[in-house]
């Protein structure tokens, strides 16, 4: 089984806070919320991690359809974040990693990356017609001991680029898979998929 990964434990700092209960322009759902919802339909099932403290955003994504995990690692940072969610699924044949803050992503875009790793792709990423590389990134299961060795707030960047002979692009017509919301002016044109 491949296990979905939301990674929804930052702080917003440069958002101000709250960044993922937050509704873009046009939309009436929480962000962070509008991205679990992407990833469950794509992904078939998702695992949020979010931090102590956030029980507002964790009841929402509880009722978007997510397993949370509470986990004090999101304080040191995205790929503490990202070894906690893998420990806590070590069970799993992979993983596909998506961002809270990324609700752009089309489900169908979440469901070629899983394709990918369920064909035997060791890593797999989104790309767009440019070949620029983007999320969601799938990581097979012979990766979960690196994956959860992470810590600070690097993320898996460092595995992908040990990997990147043997990663899979997925090509994608999905603007989504590079558009993050960072500041409360990202929320006016986020071109939210529904």
Same mark, same amino acid.
């Given at each position: +089984?491949?296990?979905?990964?939301?990674?929804?434990?930052?702080?917003?700092?440069?958002?101000? =806070?709250?960044?993922?209960?937050?509704?873009?322009? =046009?939309?009436?759902?929480? #962000?962070?919320?509008?991205?679990?919802?992407?990833?469950?339909?794509?992904? =078939?099932?998702?695992?949020?991690?979010? &931090?102590?403290?956030?029980?507002?955003?964790?009841?929402?994504?509880?009722?978007?359809?997510?397993e949370v995990l509470v986990s004090?690692?999101?304080?040191?940072? +995205?790929?503490?974040?990202?070894?906690?969610?893998?420990?806590?699924?070590?069970?799993?044949?992979?993983?596909?990693?998506a961002l809270g803050d990324m609700?752009?992503?089309?489900?169908?875009?979440?469901?070629?990356?899983?394709?990918?790793?369920?064909a035997g792709a060791l890593i797999?990423?989104?790309?767009?017609?440019?070949?620029?590389?983007?999320?969601?990134?799938?990581?097979? %299961?012979?990766? =979960?001991?690196?994956?959860?060795?992470?810590?600070?707030?690097? %993320?898996?960047?460092?595995?992908?680029?040990?990997?990147?002979? &043997?990663?899979?692009?997925?090509?994608?017509?999905?603007? %989504? #898979?590079?558009?993050?919301?960072?500041?409360?002016?990202?929320?006016?044109?986020?071109?939210?998929? %529904?």
């Open positions: +089984m491949i296990r979905g990964l939301l990674l929804a434990g930052g702080a917003g700092v440069r958002f101000g =806070g709250a960044k993922l209960l937050a509704v873009a322009a =046009g939309d009436t759902v929480p #962000i962070g919320v509008r991205a679990a919802q992407s990833l469950i339909a794509g992904a =078939g099932n998702a695992l949020a991690v979010v &931090r102590p403290g956030d029980g507002r955003l964790a009841t929402a994504l509880r009722e978007a359809g997510c004090a690692a999101c304080g040191r940072g +995205m790929g503490a974040s990202l070894a906690a969610a893998v420990s806590a699924t070590r069970a799993a044949d992979g993983w596909l990693v609700p752009a992503i089309a489900p169908q875009t979440h469901a070629r990356v899983k394709a990918a790793l369920e797999a990423a989104a790309v767009d017609a440019r070949g620029r590389r983007g999320h969601p990134v799938g990581f097979a %299961g012979a990766l =979960g001991g690196e994956l959860a060795a992470l810590d600070g707030d690097e %993320g898996a960047r460092a595995i992908v680029e040990w990997n990147r002979d &043997r990663l899979v692009a997925v090509p994608v017509t999905d603007a %989504g #898979i590079h558009r993050d919301i960072d500041t409360r002016g990202d929320l006016r044109n986020p071109r939210v998929a %529904g």
